[in-house]
């Protein structure tokens, strides 16, 4: 669903992305680990068409991102660590905005209410103004938009980074319910934690490369931990799925 | 899709605590503006009427007395003030609406240099015109700086073009809706605008009133427009709302303020108009040493004389069977008519240049166009004033030649002795006069209307290449 294949981006002196190959299937939930200046935002900056790659291709359903913007786009959506709306609209307002302004014409308000309510939103929250909202709740539009819109796919770059526990659970189980459904899901993120979590695979990123790849149900939370750090300090060598297993043994 | 956009940009504008304080204060201002300048056209016209109904009276009324002396007892015209004048007082004030007619003199009145002088570079009275021209732009200013910008720096920007929003509907909706913005301020303003004219000027409207009414509205929504689109363009270049702000308020300063009072320096020292003393020097001393090599006022007079006996086939005066006396008083009178075409003429000619540069610098200020062609509409610029001072010239000119034909006539041999009655008076050449027509309004506006026009084009062509690429670098970081 998701593809990047050696996707390439250089900034001047830096080199943000260095030949990327990724696939995240649909009713996947792939994490994207890594510190500060990895190369996760410009990853999902490429798969949004906000910045041309200097080499490869990220492609959304078979759409390369670069020849057709407005499709790709329509197919997927975007939540960033503070999700932006419209001060002045409400959140079933915001979220009919969005939606129509995906290509997807105009729905009924009770659908949207619908959805509002399956991201747990209710009636009168939706209905107030988003300039009261918290931050958990605004992330939970965003989450909206994604059901509203039908999306194939969904990016996310750090997504829960400050919020409480509580909405950053609430926030993950609504993210497997949709993955539950069919949708891709790529997650940028720097808490291993939530990765662990939610993932079903986490990849993780140095300088602009996916180091490595493991799958989260076959590799317990310290050997993840242990081994991310590892990678940090740049003395791992990429794992293979055996040696997973040995580090989970 | 764009008709979301512009939905959406509507709600959120009306919901605007900002927007509705300023729209607020924009209508009263209007509203007051309207009413004053409805006060003042009425009382103007009021005053005008009961001083032309009292100026007949003592005209006709004046007894016997030689024609050429009531010829210095002259008469008054006055330029009837259009019902637009309440949008638009225009050079009114400046210029004036009366002029004195009478023998000998062509009296100052709009044409008085020194008053001309700050005629072109007016500025600051509360008309309608003035909030129009001055508050329209910086209210579609603050209305539009953070279409883009502030969408931008809040990230909903991005937001929307990662749904897979079009940044030509964006920029079409935003347009389209923050044009319902303004509309909601501006027709309910020209509603009441319209209603006051009904209940105002039940009478004497005057037929093509209402198209130049609605012209007029439409140059003023141009105008907003231009403004529109040009803050769209910047609000979709600039990466931060203050950016944006700060440049739109530049802009505005630069082309309502700046370029206006630029302009009428660089005209005034390119083509100064000439001071009351040196225009009126110039006048009196053509007048006593004549134009070109016409000699002086003996040679001129000498002249005439032995034309005229020529004409008759005598030898002196005496034997003319018309009035010498008269015919001579004709004759200064043409001279002197000649001495004004050419002095009025010169003086035109330097309005007509300064003009030009207005012309000129309305390029880099649409409310220079604006200006005049709201004025020329209203019936209260430049040109409907030439209009009417030639008007009252051209019949001043017959009025005193009737006097003298009178005298000629009639006065045979008594010359300054001759006494005419009301008969005479009666029988004067009334001042009849009619404002020019829409169809020479728009012709002699025509160079201002095409500048307007071209600020509209240009402002939505470099608009609408700015928000095309919206979805451009700003957006990824
Ligand atoms: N617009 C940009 N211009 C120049 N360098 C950039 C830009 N965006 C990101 N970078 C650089 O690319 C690298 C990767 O950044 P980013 O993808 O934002 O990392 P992450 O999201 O993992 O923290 C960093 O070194 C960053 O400084
Ligand atoms: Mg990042």
């Known amino acids: 669903m998701l593809e990047a294949r050696t996707l390439t981006k250089r900034f001047d002196q830096t080199l943000a992305l260095d030949e990327l190959d990724l696939t995240v299937e649909a009713g996947e939930i792939f994490c994207l680990l890594g510190a500060n200046g990895a190369g996760k935002t410009t990853t999902i900056n490429l798969f949004l068409g906000f910045l041309e790659p200097t080499a490869g291709t990220a492609s959304i359903d078979g759409l390369v991102v670069g020849d057709n913007p407005l499709e790709a786009k329509r197919k997927v959506a975007y939540i960033p660590e503070q999700v932006n709306l419209y001060r002045n609209l409400s959140g079933l307002e915001n979220l009919a905005y969005f939606t129509a302004l995906a290509g997807h014409g105009e729905r009924s308000d009770s659908d949207l209410l619908e959805v509002l309510d399956k991201v747990g939103l209710d009636r009168s929250a939706a209905e107030r103004r988003v300039g009261t909202y918290s931050k958990g709740m605004r992330q939970k539009v965003g989450i909206a938009i994604a059901i509203a819109k039908d999306a194939k796919a969904l990016l996310l770059d750090e997504p829960t980074s400050g919020l409480d526990p509580k909405a950053s659970n609430e926030f993950s189980v609504l993210l497997g319910d949709l993955a539950g459904r069919g949708v891709a899901v790529l997650m940028a993120t720097h808490d291993l934690f939530r990765a662990k979590e939610v993932g079903h695979r986490v990849g993780i990123m140095r300088s602009g490369r996916l180091v490595d790849t493991l799958s989260t149900d076959t590799i317990a939370h310290q050997d993840l931990e242990s081994l991310y750090l590892r990678h940090m300090h740049g003395d791992a060598s990429p794992s293979s799925t055996s040696d997973l297993e040995v580090a989970a043994s | ?477």
């Open chain 2, 1 to 477: 899709m764009i008709t979301t956009v512009a939905k959406k940009e509507l709600t959120e504008t009306l919901r605007d605590g900002r927007f509705r304080w300023m729209a607020g204060v924009l209508v009263v201002l209007l509203l007051a503006a309207l009413l004053t300048g409805m006060a003042s056209v009425r009382e103007t016209r009021n005053a005008v009427a009961a001083a032309e109904a009292a100026e007949g009276e003592t005209w006709v009324g004046q007894g016997e007395r030689n024609p050429h002396s009531a010829a210095h007892f002259g008469r008054f015209a006055f330029k009837p003030t259009p019902p637009l004048a309440y949008v638009d007082r225009g050079l009114d004030p400046y210029l004036g609406g009366t002029v004195w007619l009478e023998a000998h003199w062509q009296n100052p009145f709009g044409l008085r240099p020194a008053e001309d002088r700050t005629a072109l570079q007016r500025f600051g009275d509360l008309s309608a015109g003035f909030v129009l021209q001055l508050l329209i732009p910086l209210f579609v200013i603050l209305l539009a700086f953070g279409a883009f910008a502030g969408e931008r720096e809040n990230g909903t920007l991005r937001q929307l073009l990662a749904a897979g929003a079009r940044p030509s509907a964006l920029a079409g909706g935003k347009a389209l809706g923050l044009t319902a913005a303004l509309s909601l301020v501006l027709v309910p303003a020209a509603v009441c605008a319209a209603v006051l004219y009904t209940v105002g000027f039940a009478q004497g409207g005057g037929g093509d009133q209402v198209l130049r009414g609605a012209l007029l509205a439409g140059v003023y929504l141009a105008y907003g427009l231009a403004f529109l689109a040009i803050s769209l363009a910047v609000s979709a270049w600039a990466k931060t709302a203050r950016t944006a702000i700060t440049v739109l308020l530049c802009f505005w300063v630069t082309t309502t303020l700046l370029v206006p009072r630029m302009a009428t320096d660089l005209a005034e020292r390119l083509h100064p108009t000439p001071t009351p003393a040196e225009f009126y020097a110039g006048i009196a001393e053509a007048t006593s040493n004549g134009l070109g090599d016409d000699g002086n006022s003996a040679e001129r007079s000498a002249r005439l004389q032995q034309q005229v006996l020529d004409e008759y086939g005598v030898d002196t005066v005496e034997e003319l069977p018309v009035d010498f006396a008269a015919i001579s008083l004709q004759g200064s009178e043409e001279y002197s008519n000649k001495i004004y075409d050419h002095f009025f003429g010169e003086l035109w000619t330097t309005y007509m240049a300064q003009e030009r540069i207005h012309r000129f610098a309305s390029l880099a200020s649409p409310l220079l166009a604006v200006r005049s062609i709201s004025m020329d509409l209203a019936g209260t610029g430049l040109e409907g004033h030439r209009h009417f001072a030639n008007a009252a010239e051209t019949h001043r000119r017959e009025f005193v030649k009737y006097l003298n034909d009178d005298m000629r006539d009639n006065g045979v041999g008594q010359s300054f002795s001759y006494m005419a009655d009301r008969e005479v008076w009666a029988a004067a050449p009334p001042f009849e006069y009619e404002p020019p027509g829409i169809d020479t309004v728009l012709e002699t506006g025509s160079n201002a209307l095409t500048v307007l026009i071209l600020w509209v084009i240009g402002s939505t062509l470099v608009s609408w290449n700015f928000c095309r690429r919206v979805a451009g670098a700003g957006v990824a970081s």
